[in-house]
């Protein structure tokens, strides 16, 4: 997932993080904003999903 999301939008990004979670946690946030997260959407994103998601963030 990182490296899909600096692939698409890496003169965008100043940092990433990966934190390892517990229990299936799956959370993207950018700026203060949930982009996407497992737990509301009861599935993991779909490839482009996240990277779409950020750019209409943007918008």
């Known amino acids: 997932m990182v490296a899909e999301v600096l692939g698409a939008k890496a003169s965008l990004v100043s940092s990433a993080e990966v934190i390892p979670g517990k ?3 799956f959370l993207v946030s950018a700026g ?3 982009i996407f997260s497992k737990e509301q959407e009861q599935r993991f994103p779909h490839p482009g999903e ?3 998601r950020l ?3 943007g918008s």
Do not use: M, Q, S, T
């Open 23 to 25: 229990d299936g946690v």
């Open 32 to 34: 203060g904003n949930i």
């Open 50 to 52: 996240v990277v779409k």
């Open 55 to 57: 750019e209409a963030l």
